[in-house]
């Protein structure tokens, strides 16, 4: 599950959003080529080589770092810059997502640089978990992706579409049946829509290492759901396993989809999961590797921040801020555990 808003949660194995805030040997994918970098957050950490997606100086993340250095908390800003000066994506959740989309794309052009959204409205969102909500009915949800697709234009952006939203319909969850098949339509729709944009790529999320392990299973609700014309699927989202183990899990995948590409979210992951039920603001993590789309590893498009560091996965029943919302102590707790 996701939590939102900034998290996401998981249903059996721990579903990874958390988003609103909470989600692994064919052929090498051409990267995007790279560009000169956009001008950095004062006392930013200099972009990586080949870097190419968007930093944006309007996160949670770099408005903590803008105030902690006002009240002279140098120390816990420059911890803080190792989240605040890399990239992160921009979650669309809601109404305002079209103007939101439109607006981020638009400054990334302006920066020549990639951003990267997550589309996370699905209706009936994160089975009412911490990141319940989502579009009304079907028909809303089409109306949504229809204006996120125009709000894109002919600008660039990668899009990661729907967290949890396929393996929830192969878990207990109780997205079955017609819901189930509602729900792989209204995927196929939106990845057709967002494609009908020259330069945006579509990456369908399809859960994490822990979760669906029935891979036969999971292939063919990805190719229910409209992975052929999609550019691939996206793994790990606000989750926790290793790198390594992401990757093994998308290539298998990837040979039951003939040779699809995918994405890994690296955001947390640096010293791996707790355990495998621990997904809502574990302790003792890490900041993993930096986005980036040179990983040297053949059909892995991507390393990207898809949960952006330091928001909540949720309450927890720990008194943690809800699902989506800055959080600093745990963000300062990731970046100082960051091996890089």
């Known amino acids: 599950?996701?939590?939102?808003?900034?998290?996401?949660?998981?249903?059996?194995?721990?579903?990874?959003?958390?988003?609103?805030?909470?989600?692994?040997?064919?052929?090498p994918a051409a990267t995007p080529a790279a560009t000169a970098p956009a001008p950095p957050l004062p006392g930013a950490l200099p972009q990586l080589p080949g870097q190419t997606f968007y930093v944006s100086d309007r996160t949670a993340a770099a408005q903590q770092v803008t105030a902690l250095r006002g009240q002279g908390r140098t120390a816990e800003a420059d911890t803080l810059l190792r989240i605040a000066s890399r990239p992160s994506s921009q979650w669309l959740t809601d109404q305002a997502a079209r103007g939101t989309a439109e607006q981020v794309s638009r400054r990334a052009a302006e920066a020549d640089r990639t951003p990267v959204f997550v589309a996370y409205n699905i209706p009936h969102r994160d089975c009412g978990l911490y990141s319940a909500g989502g579009a009304t009915d079907?028909?809303?949800?089409?109306?949504?992706?229809t204006g996120l697709a125009e709000a894109l234009g002919d600008r660039r952006a990668w899009v990661v579409l729907e967290p949890d939203a396929v393996a929830h319909?192969?878990?207990?969850?109780?997205?079955?049946?017609?819901?189930?098949?509602?729900r792989y339509g209204l995927l196929a729709f939106a990845v057709q829509e967002l494609k009908k944009r020259p330069q945006v790529r579509v990456y369908l999320d399809a859960g994490n290492p822990?979760?669906?392990?029935?891979q036969a299973a999971l292939a063919e609700a990805l190719r229910k759901s409209g992975i052929a014309a999609a550019d691939g699927f996206a793994l790990n989202v606000s989750n926790?396993?290793?790198?390594?183990?992401?990757?093994?899990?998308?290539?298998?995948?990837?040979a039951l989809l003939d040779?699809?590409?995918?994405?890994?979210?690296?955001?947390?992951?640096?010293?791996?999961p707790l355990s495998a039920e621990a997904w809502c603001n574990p302790p003792g993590r890490a900041l993993g590797t930096p986005p980036t789309a040179e990983t040297g590893q053949p059909g892995v498009d991507a390393f990207l921040w898809i949960k952006n560091p330091g928001e909540s996965d949720g309450e927890c029943g720990r008194g943690e801020p809800r699902a989506g919302e800055f959080w600093l102590p745990y963000a300062l707790g990731l970046a100082a555990s960051a091996k890089g």
């Open 259 to 272: 040779g699809k590409h995918f994405v890994v979210d690296t955001s947390r992951n640096g010293n791996g």
């Open 169 to 182: 319909t192969l878990d207990a969850c109780g997205v079955k049946g017609d819901a189930a098949a509602e």
């Open 240 to 254: 926790f396993y290793a790198t390594d183990r992401s990757t093994a899990y998308g290539a298998q995948l990837s």
């Open 210 to 214: 822990g979760w669906v392990q029935d």
């Open 138 to 145: 079907a028909a809303a949800y089409r109306a949504w992706v």
């Open 1 to 27: 599950m996701l939590v939102l808003v900034a998290g996401v949660a998981g249903c059996a194995g721990g579903s990874p959003t958390g988003a609103v805030a909470t989600a692994t040997a064919p052929v």
